[in-house]
């Protein structure tokens, strides 16, 4: 089955930090280019951090410096270390996976940051 994971999400406090997970199942994840997107009340969804197959990042401009994409191909995983966290990060997070002309979104999960 062809699917994306996401976990690590949770409540925590400015300036506090959270890992956040995304498994990948049934697809052959080293040849995929992965996103985190996040979506607040409200908003549209909007992309945080990218990573190629070969490990080039790019970040959206309110988070660099402070969040970091990174993948793990043995564990078909990749993650987005989210550090100094602010009250305007609160928001359901997706990682995306793409090759191609496939898309693979997973379920989200929720980032609050608050005091």
């Known amino acids: 089955q062809v699917q994306l994971v996401e976990s690590g999400g949770g409540l925590v406090q400015p300036g506090g930090s959270l890992r956040l997970s995304c498994a990948a199942s049934?697809?052959?994840?080293?040849?995929?280019?992965m996103s985190w997107y996040r979506q607040a009340p409200g908003k549209e969804r909007e992309l945080v951090a990218s990573?190629?197959?070969?490990?080039?990042?790019t970040y959206t401009d309110s988070v660099k410096g402070r969040f970091t994409i990174s993948r793990d191909n043995a564990k078909n995983t990749v993650y987005l270390q989210m550090n100094i966290l602010k009250p305007e990060d609160t928001a359901v997070y997706y990682c995306?996976?793409?090759?191609?002309?496939?898309?693979?979104w997973g379920q989200g999960t929720q980032v609050t940051v608050s005091s």
């Open positions: 995306k996976a793409r090759h191609l002309g496939a898309t693979i």
């Open positions: 990573i190629t197959r070969f490990g080039a990042s």
């Open positions: 049934g697809f052959t994840f080293s040849i995929y280019a």
